[in-house]
């Protein structure tokens, strides 16, 4: 079993960046794919981005594709989603996700293990 506790998130204005990060307990962590998924008001959770094992491999939301970078640090076991261009429909709660069949994946189905979700609002 792995916890996951997300940081990072705030206000920050249209074009600005922030960088989210997703820190896991336990000694697995290099043995889960990672993902990021967020959750704006109303709307229903949508995929952000996804990473495998070793993090070498990716997979982006055409909608933050160029904008948005998914990356890992397994010696530390956490998780980071760099966001750059930050546009007002960016605003939601994101997530961090763990899947341990090591897959990519986009369906939040696939993922046994969620955060809680840090807040993420960008001003116009």
């Known amino acids: 079993q792995v916890q996951l506790v997300e940081s990072g998130g705030g206000l920050v204005q249209a074009g600005g960046s922030l960088r989210l990060s997703c820190a896991a307990s336990?000694?697995?962590?290099?043995?889960?794919?990672m993902g990021w998924f967020r959750q704006a008001p109303g709307k229903e959770r949508e995929f952000v981005a996804a990473c495998s094992r070793s993090g070498d491999d990716t997979a982006y939301a055409a909608s933050v594709k160029g904008r948005f970078t998914i990356s890992r640090d397994n010696a530390k076991n956490t998780v980071y989603l760099q966001m750059n261009s930050l546009l007002p429909e960016d605003t939601a709660v994101y997530c961090c996700?763990?899947?341990?069949?090591?897959?990519?994946?986009?369906?939040?189905?696939?993922?046994?293990?969620w955060g809680q979700g840090t807040q993420v609002a960008v001003s116009s």
């Open positions: 996700a763990a899947d341990r069949h090591g897959f990519i994946r986009a369906g939040p189905q696939w993922y046994e293990y």
């Open positions: 336990g000694r697995t962590f290099s043995s889960y794919s």
